[in-house]
């Protein structure tokens, strides 16, 4: 009998954070946003049985700026994954097409280069309306809490596939 593939894809991984290390970093270019998407990681952290002592928090200016930030906590050897946090709004220029792309394309580049899970939890959106319907307080949508918990599921998956 063949697995069912469809099936297989839905399956949800049980997320037990116990023991592992986080860190977040946060933009603070259109902090009210980011500070949203810090609520959201933290709760999502939180349900996932990671130890608030194991979080670390760094802020950085913007989006630009987190992959660097990304790298430096991955090498410290000290965090097992990183959520980048930050939101860039569209506006009347092309700024916006390098900052996030480039945002992307960095933290991407971080955790391939290193091994460890880089969460994009980067808000990329047309204007405000579309950024505060991602990062709701509580009971919504929220890019940071989804990104907390992918960040402990990816680090799960990379332990169950570590050479021995």
């Given at each position: 009998m063949g697995v069912d593939q469809a099936?297989?894809?839905?399956?949800?991984?049980e997320l037990n954070g116990d023991g592992l290390?986080?860190?977040?970093?946060c933009g603070r270019f259109n902090d009210s946003i980011t500070m949203r998407l810090l609520d959201g990681a933290l709760r999502?952290?939180?349900?996932?049985?990671?130890d608030a002592g194991n979080v670390a928090v760094e802020w950085v200016?913007?989006?630009?700026?987190?992959?660097?930030a990304a790298r430096a906590?991955?090498?410290?050897?000290?965090?097992?994954?990183?959520?980048?946090?930050?939101?860039?709004?569209?506006?009347?220029?092309t700024h916006y097409d390098f900052v996030a792309g480039e945002c992307a394309?960095?933290?991407?580049?971080v955790g391939l280069?290193?091994?460890?899970?880089?969460?994009?939890?980067?808000?990329?959106?047309?204007?405000?309306?579309?950024?505060?319907?991602?990062?709701?307080?509580?009971?919504?949508?929220?890019v940071?809490?989804?990104g907390a918990r992918t960040a402990v599921e990816m680090v799960l998956l990379a332990r169950r596939y570590q050479p021995s």
């Open positions: 099936a297989a894809g839905r399956q949800v991984p290390r986080i860190g977040l970093i999502g952290l939180e349900a996932c049985g990671v200016p913007g989006a630009f700026e987190v992959p660097f906590m991955v090498l410290s050897d000290r965090i097992d994954a990183v959520v980048g946090l930050g939101c860039v709004i569209r506006g009347e220029t394309r960095g933290l991407l580049d280069s290193t091994g460890a899970p880089v969460i994009f939890g980067v808000l990329t959106t047309e204007n405000m309306e579309q950024a505060l319907a991602r990062s709701e307080s509580s009971g919504g949508h929220n940071g809490e989804d």
